[in-house]
């Protein structure tokens, strides 16, 4: 349908124009009031959810009645609020995956904080888009760039970003080095045509986003060399060297060194001093992939592990692992923010900045990773820090190795448990002692999942399946502990007693 402007531009719209004294169509509740109680009986049931998580399972399986609830097709008509609040009672709460819950140690989760719930909740009701313009949420995401500066000793002139995990913050670092090596015309041109052949070098023990940050940069996972590890799971520092080494001779160009502060398997921290100065000889990029361990800088008893990071030139870490701010918040620092910038940076009419007014500002979010619209995670984790302060949450990450010390030695006196591997951080593999194949581990894990007591994983260490606890929780206790070590215990027994099934 066209209708005649006054002047210039025909309206070109299927829309049909609003009749006057239409009935309100706005998606605000009609009823404020009403709202407002169930909110806050919804607010209050989340808090006694926290408060009261130690009486419920870890974790149970979603029962078919609640899976069912969720295959329905798309809702056109309304439904009353309070309605879908008692599905999410009935169908949601229950089903969590476990990690509020002390007794879950499957896997390196936060446990979240009350704080950090109410922030993600007024995060919300502000609903800021935190991609660019200017703003508050730019401003309190700067504070958080700024204290991991300070953190991590980088120099002025660093440069952070919220995202969704280490996991994009490892790609964002392997895409940033990448350009740094390669050139801005890279960005354009891409590698196919360059005959320069980019390899990186991490350990064996790293963790898989970072050979798919290869694989995303186009540089490619059979570019990434995984550098053997020593005894103590940290990469041997003179394997990589002699692998710089023989890629140099080959004619390739090694661009880049990735080490990891703290790994998934065991917890190991590599050798960061000493990585730093084979990165400044050689020329790479240092990054650090701290999703686990970054956040132990927080404690001045662990901060000595992580010698040698203020030399790198990036950190990827995760608030929502040790710094148990709510998912997600993940998180990358740069010390040469013109370089991050570098990578990312786009100038599309619509994201122009003006001298003054809300299109104001120089670097905004978006220049320097690829979202765009995003949300606002510096509050949450801005609330988180400010409250609780960094001592705090120190204390909480060495009150976790301390406990993993714990587990340790109690496995280690056990008449029926043998540790796999050396505890290093917060992360104990253990398993049934002098049993053949990792069979029964395996099983016992998923016993203790099932019976929703305690939820520790298994993994593969040297070919065997062990028992994984990764103690991240800052609600988890000694008695927790003794739990868990009871809970295996009888498990084994039961097993051991059985005939063996496979
Ligand atoms: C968890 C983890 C990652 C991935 O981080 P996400 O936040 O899950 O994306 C990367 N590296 C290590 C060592 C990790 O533990």
């Known amino acids: 349908m066209m209708r005649p402007m006054a002047r210039g531009l025909p309206v070109e719209s299927v829309v049909p124009v609003q009749a006057d004294a239409a009935p309100a169509r706005d998606l605000d509740p009609a009823d404020w009031s009403a709202f407002r109680r169930l909110a806050h009986a919804a607010l209050d049931e989340v808090i006694t959810h926290i408060e009261t998580i130690r009486d419920r399972p870890v974790w149970q399986q979603t029962p078919p009645v609640s899976r069912d609830r969720f295959t329905q097709p798309l809702p056109r008509q309304p439904r009353s609020f309070a309605d879908v609040l008692d599905d999410v009672r009935s169908h949601v709460v229950p089903y969590a995956t476990g990690n509020a819950h002390p007794l879950f140690m499957g896997w390196v989760h936060g446990a979240g904080t009350p704080v950090g719930m109410i922030a993600e909740m007024i995060a919300a009701g502000l609903n800021m888009n935190c991609g660019g313009r200017d703003h508050i949420g730019l ?78 940069s186009g540089i490619g996972s059979a570019h990434l060399r995984r550098v053997c590890v020593d005894a103590s799971g940290s990469m041997d520092i003179a394997r990589l060297r002699a692998a710089i080494a023989a890629d140099r001779a080959a004619g390739l160009e090694p661009f880049l060194v990735v080490a990891t502060a703290g790994t998934v398997n065991t917890g190991a921290i590599d050798r960061l001093a000493l990585i730093s100065e084979v990165a400044a000889q050689e020329g790479l990029w240092f990054h650090v992939d701290g999703a686990i361990g970054a956040l132990a800088a927080f404690s001045p008893t662990l901060r000595p592990l992580l010698a040698g990071i203020e030399r790198s030139h990036s950190v990827a870490l995760d608030f929502h692992k040790w710094g148990h701010v709510p998912y997600d918040a993940g998180f990358l620092l740069v010390r040469d923010g013109a370089s991050h910038k570098r990578a990312f940076a786009n100038y599309e009419a619509y994201l122009q900045r003006a001298d003054r007014g ?28 400010e409250t609780l302060g960094t001592d705090r949450i120190g204390d909480a990450v060495l009150s976790n190795c301390e406990l993993a010390r714990y587990l340790a030695e109690k496995v280690q006196s056990s008449p029926l448990l043998e540790l796999k591997a ?14 053949r194949d990792g069979t029964i581990n395996r099983e016992i894990v998923m016993d203790l999942q099932e019976a929703g007591r305690a939820v520790p994983s298994w993994t593969t260490i040297a070919g065997q399946c062990v028992i994984r606890c990764a103690i991240v929780n800052h609600r988890t206790t000694r008695a927790d502990i003794d739990h868990l070590v009871d ?10 007693q059985a005939p063996q099934s496979a």
């Not at 440069?159 to 994009?168: A, K, Q, R, V, Y």
């Not at 809300?358 to 765009?372: E, M, R, S, V």
């Not at 809970?487 to 051991?496: E, F, Q, S």
């Open 487 to 496: 809970c295996v215990t009888a498990m084994a027994k039961v097993r051991l």
């Open 422 to 435: 050396t505890v290093k951080l917060n992360i104990v593999c253990f398993g049934i002692r002098g049993a």
């Open 358 to 385: 809300l299109a104001a500002g120089d670097t905004w979010p978006c220049d320097l990773g690829p979202d765009l619209s995003r949300g606002f995670r510096a509050l949450k984790t801005w609330m988180t820090i």
């Open 139 to 216: 401003v309190v995401e700067q504070q958080v760039v700024q204290w991991m500066a300070e953190a991590f000793d980088y120099s002025e002139g660093a440069s952070g970003l919220f995202l969704t995990g280490s996991s994009m913050a490892n790609i964002l670092a392997v895409i940033i080095a990448k350009i740094e090596a390669t050139g801005a015309d890279t960005r354009r041109q891409g590698l196919l045509k360059s005959d320069r052949q980019l390899v990186a070098y991490t350990s064996a023990e790293a963790h898989g986003c970072i050979a798919q940050a290869m694989e995303l």
